[in-house]
Structure formats: C-alpha cells, structure tokens
C-alpha cells in the first residue's frame, strides 16, 4: 500500500519560513512525478507547486511564485517545499500528492494525511 507522509508544518509569523517534507513509501517515488497542494478552510483543494520524476521540471501556482520552491532528492525519497516570505492567505492544510506529466501536472491517486500550516499576521 502506497502511503505518503507529509512533515513540517506549524505557525509561523507573516514573513516567516517553514519547509514541509514528504516521503513517500516503497518505490513509487523514483522517476515519480510529485506535487503539493493546499487546501484553505471552505476553499477547494488547489495545486501549489509540482516536479518532475527527475527534478528538471517544476510549475507553481502564481500566488507562490518567486517565494516558495518544490525540490526532491531522489536518493532519499524525499520531496520538500521551501516556503518563505509566508504571508496569512497561504494558511492552509497542505498535502503531498504523486501523480503524473503530460502537458502539465495531473493529480493521482495517493495522498498523504496533510500538514497544518498558520500564518499569523
């Protein structure tokens, strides 16, 4: 069973830094496409930042551009989210996601539980 496990979130003061953590289980991860996507109370579930199964590409949604960056490091199964300059609006639920690059990113199956992260003002 495919279990993605997402860390690192919290509270964090508008301006801040947090970085959040994904490893996926067994040995989708390799060559796997990968994203992050959060999901705001009563706001449906929107795509943050994506990479290819290589690393050589990734996209973000523009109200992250220029301020966070998706990463993965293949030999130990991790994918990140850097985030800085954290404002209130990317409080959010945030989740990790494995799926697929044709055009551009495309949701699967398996996601992780989630990791809560406030932006206080």
């Known amino acids: 069973q495919v279990q993605l496990v997402e860390s690192g979130g919290g509270l964090v003061m508008a301006g801040g830094s947090l970085r959040l953590s994904c490893a996926p289980s067994?040995?989708?991860?390799?060559?796997?496409?990968m994203a992050w996507y959060r999901q705001a109370p009563g706001k449906q579930r929107v795509l943050v930042a994506a990479i290819s199964g290589g690393g050589d590409r990734s996209n973000y949604a523009d109200s992250v551009k220029g301020r966070f960056t998706i990463s993965r490091d293949n030999a130990k199964n991790t994918v990140w989210l850097q985030m800085n300059s954290l404002k209130p609006e990317d409080t959010a639920v945030y989740y990790c996601?494995?799926?697929?690059?044709?055009?551009?990113?495309?949701?699967?199956?398996?996601w992780g539980q989630g990791t809560q992260v406030t932006v206080s003002s």
């Open positions: 996601n494995s799926g697929s690059w044709g055009q551009s990113y495309r949701a699967g199956d398996y």
């Open positions: 067994g040995s989708i991860f390799s060559g796997v496409p």
